[in-house]
């Protein structure tokens, strides 16, 4: 009771004083409001973008049960290539039409998901057990480049286009530079046998993150120069893009799912998206970075797995990290399985 009293006497004195009230301390805006995960089940709730965001792709995509071969009828470029579960690649062109070819020997061990168009969407090139096959797009014609000598194949290698000319592919030990026009191969020190994973960034040069038992390392060969890039600030990155002095990737640190944009230099966090990852799905397989535009902002590929479990296709979201703002590039009903690549420089 003589608490209550004491209370009430306190707040009697504070209405009667004559003294003005002290003001309100200030109001910090160092720490900015935690952010609400993402839910990517709630995709189709987000606004569409505007048609001059990555204006090669369509609002849809729709891959049709069958197309005209690329031998018959050639194609000026494509956007996007989606890998069937057939052995065919099928083509979007810029002009909205569908091409397909056929991959010899599909089911090969290295032929799965190599299908790759190149920066410019004029040539596809596709890694299988005994060569690459490359297609000239605008004339249907295919030729077939040699596997280097030394080459040591392991179950991940891969190819990524350098630049309209050249691949570079990986082995068990590191890379080779293959010219396409002439077949030459370079042995190169890049990527490192058995990376976690590498990608080109827009100047051709290579961007890998090392092996697991290595420890938490990112290697750019920015310039030419091998460089080391701890990962602590990030946790460990997947799905990599590097454009500029930006690096983005997805990230599973301390048990949550994060696509990361970061400062090259040091990976420092510019901008986080945390994203609620639903029974894994999206750590595992149902999100990946596609492109670093030319304004900064990332474009996601999504799988939508519907709240009852089955597969709803796939989108293009747009993710602006000044902003946090995400917004819709393209939809499909397209099997989400399927593996599938872009042409690069028609995204901008």
């Known amino acids: 009771m003589r608490v209550r009293v ?12 004559n003294e ?23 995709v189709d709730e987000l606004p569409a973008a505007a048609d001059d965001v990555a204006p090669g792709l369509p609002a849809r995509v729709e891959p049709p049960d069958a197309a005209p071969t690329l031998a018959t009828k050639p194609l000026s470029a494509a956007v996007l290539s989606v890998d069937r579960r057939d052995g065919r690649i099928q083509l979007l062109g810029v002009d909205g039409s569908w091409r397909e070819v056929r ?7 290295l032929a799965l998901s190599r299908a790759l168009l190149s920066p410019d969407g004029t040539h596809l090139a596709a890694l299988l057990d005994d060569g690459i096959e490359v297609w000239d797009l605008p004339t249907g014609e295919r ?21 309209d000319d050249a691949l570079l592919l990986d082995d068990l030990k590191a ?25 080109l960034d827009d100047r051709g040069a290579v961007v890998e993150v090392d092996d697991p038992a290595e420890g938490d390392v990112l290697t750019d060969w920015g310039g030419g120069v091998r460089r080391y890039v701890d990962m602590s600030t990030t946790g460990r ?19 949550e799912f994060a696509v990361y944009d970061a ?3 040091d990976l420092s966090p510019r901008h986080r998206l945390r994203v609620r990852d639903h029974q894994g799905n999206y750590s595992n397989w149902g999100l990946r970075t596609v492109r670093i535009l030319d304004d900064g902002s990332v474009l996601l590929w999504v799988a939508v797995p519907s709240r009852r479990s089955d597969v709803d296709g796939w989108r293009i979201v747009r993710w602006v990290p000044s902003t946090d703002r995400l917004e819709v590039v393209t939809t499909s009903q397209g099997d989400p399985s399927e593996p599938m690549t872009f042409a690069s420089d028609l995204l901008d």
């Open 6 to 17: 004491l209370v009430l006497a306190l707040l009697l004195t504070a209405c009667t004083s």
């Open 20 to 42: 003005p009230p002290e003001p309100a301390p200030a109001q910090s805006n160092s720490a900015p409001a935690v952010q609400k995960p993402w839910d990517p089940r709630d």
């Open 103 to 109: 991959l010899p020997n599909p089911h090969g061990r």
């Open 143 to 163: 030729s077939r480049l040699s596997l280097p000598a030394r080459f040591e194949p392991w179950d991940y290698s891969w190819i990524g286009w350098v630049d």
């Open 175 to 199: 890379g080779w530079r293959i010219d396409t026009i002439t077949g030459v191969a370079d042995a190169v020190p890049y990527p490192a046998g058995m990376s976690f994973g590498w990608t």
């Open 237 to 255: 990155l997947s799905s990599i893009q590097a454009r500029g002095d930006t690096v983005v990737g997805t990230s599973y640190d301390d048990g």
């Open 263 to 265: 400062d090259r230099s």
